[in-house]
Structures are given as structure tokens and as C-alpha cells.
């Protein structure tokens, strides 16, 4: 059996409570491996590199001899509970081996992933989650000179307005499904500097149609995005776009968490006060334990790394209650209307990894018997995308009860599963 790489504590994600995290604990001189599938810390919101002032906090991270940093790997496996074990595939060099990294003390910073709902020509070129799009755009791809249009819920949809706007696109609408009430009652609780926040977004991007209430029920083209159908519930109008963002909030990352055994509650990480889940030694923060964006990761990751300390967390309590009343707000405000799950027909997919239709999966009694009858989460995201999905339309339990989940997490080469 091939020696693991050892630490004190292993550090699984590279976002923002990911980096709070790391920060405390190389300050008490704890030996940290930390373990990101990106290539370089930041997670999906700081893609493009950490605001200051924490670049230059991580320029010094990097360089701190108690960190072992593991980018651009994934956790496929656990291989031993108490003294934790894992199993790690390099997503760079896929002939490479796997590599085992092993500490008694774990962090969760899995951060989260966008949410989809199924609509008639959802699959076509030209529509991608609004993250995604942004994520896109932020890597280089060119969108000057696109007609785009963003639509689903939440704040994301306007910060990829933001992005793809600055980048040269034309943003032709912003369709948010919470009713134009919901979002005045949002504005109406943001904290200080939540509301300067949004103030400065609006000024960027003034001008901008943006319409509460709306959603797109249809996405036209024959072999890519050529319009879309939007609707209000009263009417339907078409706007011809190049590229549609769509997106319906976030979902925390939980396959890890679920893996390993942890208790999962409202489709999050289950924690305590000091956020350690229902297993010793293993916590977890950031939008994994629920969704309520960067200044709550932060937040946590800060009181997590004090909680594996063995430190008080007495004086981030405060600061920790501010950001969950954010969540909750953010929870409240951007519920999903009725409407959106009215949208696919039978002939609409669901699993695009394997081109299953909503009509298929109306057949089946389970999402175990829809694997075995239509290979329906089979593909390549193994059900993270109509997982869901399948959980909203049909009823089917979400989480590991519901999916059967076992190693690996994700697809990788058989030898990365293997011993030398």
C-alpha cells in the first residue's frame, strides 16, 4: 500500500471559507494539506483571483512551509474514517496516479453549484448556467458584440450581468422570477454594506432591462440559441439573443460530506455551532452547510479553523448570526414560483448526460429504477445537475438514501482507485 501524505488537518475547497480557513490555521502553525480541484485558490466567485486585501493574504499562504496545497485535484474516495483517509486523482494529468492524503482533523469547504429546472430547449448550444456564463467569460471567452440574456433567480443572475456587460456583451434583459414585492422586501433588509454593494451594481448597470416576475418557458433554435420565450404568466413574448444565463439559485455540495457519512439536513451539511458535523474531527463551512454567499464563507471558515483549534468562537458569533439572517433573506425572497415547475414537457430531457426525457422518467417509480430502466444519472455530472431535478418534478428522495451514493464521486481512471 502506497504511504499517504500526512498533516494535521486537510482543507477540502478552495474558496473563500476555504482560504479564511487555511489562514487561521497556518497562523497556529497547524500542518495543512489543501486539496482544490481549481487551479489556483479563489473557488467559482473569486475565479479571476481574491479581491484585496485577501491577495496578498494568500500570496503569503503559498508560501508557508506547513502548507502542502494539492490543486487542481479531486476527492474520489474515502478510504478510512476516525484517522481520515482520502483518496485524490489529479484532474491535470489523468495518467498520473492517485495519491492518498490522510489527517485526523477534516474541513468541508465545498462550496456549492448552480441549480437548474428542465424547459424546452434548455439543452440547445447557446444556453449555459449564468455562472457558468460568467466563469466563461471571466477565463476569455469572447462575448463582445452577443446579444445576451440572463433569466432564472438570486443575485448571481445580476453579478453575470455585470461581468458580461463589462466584457462587451449586450444584455438584453434580466428576467428574475421573484415578483417585483419580493425584491423590494430584499432591498428593503439588506444590511449597510450589503446596500452600497447593490447600489454600486445598479450603477453599473443602469439601462439595463430588467424585469421582476418574468422567467424564459422556451428556448428557440434548431441547432443552437436563436431566441427566447418569456413570460410573465399573463403573456408570452419571444426576444431574439445569441447566449442565455439561466440559473435558479445555488445548491450546496454535499457528495463528499454524504460520503463520508456526515448527517444531511435541507439539502446542507448538518452543523453545529462551531460547525463540526455529526462526525468527529470533521467540519464544514461556506455554502455547503446552506446558501448565503462570501461574507458568510468567510465567516465560517474563520470559525471552523478556530473550532479544530480547540479556540473559542465566542467573538465570531455575532458576526455569524448577521450572515444567516442574510441566508435566510436570500431564501425567503428568491422562492421558486410554481409556474417554472410546470415548464418542461414530455419530451423535454432532464439527464442530458444520457438524454433521458421527463416523459421517461414519468414512468419510473424511483430514481433507482429510472438508473437501471434509463441510465438517468449515469453520465458524466452522475446525477448532480438531474439529480435534482428529479427531487422537484417527481418527488424522488435527494442525497445519498435517494441516489445510491458509493466511490467514486466522480469519473475517473481505474488505476487512480488502485494501489501500486
Known amino acids: 500500500m502506497s504511504t499517504p501524505l500526512n498533516a494535521d488537518v486537510i482543507v477540502v475547497g478552495g474558496g473563500p471559507a476555504g482560504i479564511a480557513a487555511v489562514q487561521a490555521l497556518l497562523q497556529a502553525q497547524r500542518r495543512v494539506i489543501w486539496v482544490d480541484q481549481g487551479l489556483r485558490p479563489g473557488g467559482q466567485i473569486w475565479r479571476a483571483g481574491p479581491p484585496a486585501p485577501w491577495a496578498l ?8 512551509p506547513h502548507l502542502q496545497l494539492l490543486s487542481g485535484h479531486a476527492v474520489i474516495a474515502v ?30 469547504a465545498l462550496g456549492a453549484r448552480e441549480r437548474f429546472l428542465p424547459f424546452p430547449g434548455w439543452t ?27 433569466a432564472g433567480s438570486g443575485p448571481l443572475l445580476l453579478a453575470s450581468a455585470d ?16 415578483p417585483r414585492a419580493s425584491l423590494l422586501g430584499f432591498a428593503a433588509q439588506l444590511p449597510m454594506g450589503k446596500l452600497a454593494q447593490a447600489a454600486g ?18 428556448a428557440i ?57 455529526s462526525l468527529p474531527g470533521v467540519y464544514a463551512a461556506g455554502e455547503c452547510t446552506g446558501i448565503g454567499g462570501v461574507d458568510k464563507a468567510l465567516v465560517e471558515g474563520r470559525i471552523a479553523a478556530q473550532a479544530l483549534l480547540g479556540a473559542s468562537t465566542a467573538s465570531l458569533r455575532r458576526a455569524h448570526r448577521q450572515v444567516q439572517r442574510f441566508a ?32 421517461e422518467l414519468k414512468g419510473q417509480r424511483s430514481w433507482r429504477d429510472a438508473k437501471l430502466q434509463t441510465r438517468c444519472g449515469m453520465g458524466a455530472c452522475q446525477g448532480r445537475i438531474c439529480g435534482p431535478m428529479t427531487e422537484t418534478l417527481l418527488g424522488w428522495p435527494a442525497g445519498s438514501s435517494g441516489r445510491g451514493l458509493r466511490a467514486p464521486l466522480q469519473p475517473a481512471p481505474l488505476h487512480c482507485l488502485i494501489d501500486e
Open 201 to 218: 451594481l445598479a450603477w453599473r448597470l443602469r439601462g439595463m432591462p430588467y424585469r421582476p416576475g418574468t422567467w424564459v418557458s422556451r
Open 124 to 150: 440547445l448550444p447557446g444556453v449555459s448556467g449564468a455562472g457558468g456564463l460568467q466563469a466563461l467569460v471571466k477565463n476569455g471567452w469572447p462575448v463582445a458584440g452577443r446579444r445576451v440574456v440572463l
Open 57 to 64: 493574504r494568500l500570496q503569503t499562504l503559498l508560501t508557508d
Open 328 to 359: 435566510e433573506l436570500l431564501r425567503q425572497r428568491f422562492a421558486l414560483r410554481p409556474d417554472l415547475l410546470q415548464l418542461a414537457d414530455a419530451k423535454t430531457l432532464v439527464c442530458r448526460c444520457e438524454d433521458v426525457s421527463l416523459g
Open 79 to 108: 478510504e478510512s474514517q476516525g484517522d481520515y483517509r482520502l483518496r485524490l486523482q489529479n484532474l491535470q494529468q489523468p495518467q498520473a496516479n492517485g495519491i492518498a492524503v490522510q489527517a485526523p482533523q477534516l474541513l468541508l
Open 163 to 178: 461581468t458580461v456587460k463589462a466584457a462587451g456583451a449586450q444584455v438584453l434583459c434580466v428576467a428574475e422570477q421573484a
Open 221 to 277: 433554435g434548431s441547432t443552437q440559441l436563436e431566441a427566447v420565450q418569456l413570460s410573465n404568466g399573463r403573456e408570452q413574448w419571444e426576444l431574439p439573443c445569441d447566449a442565455l444565463g439561466v440559473g435558479f439559485g445555488l445548491l450546496p455540495n454535499i457528495e463528499l460530506a454524504e460520503l463520508l457519512g456526515c448527517r444531511i439536513e435541507a439539502g446542507a451539511i448538518a452543523v453545529s455551532a462551531d460547525l463540526q458535523t
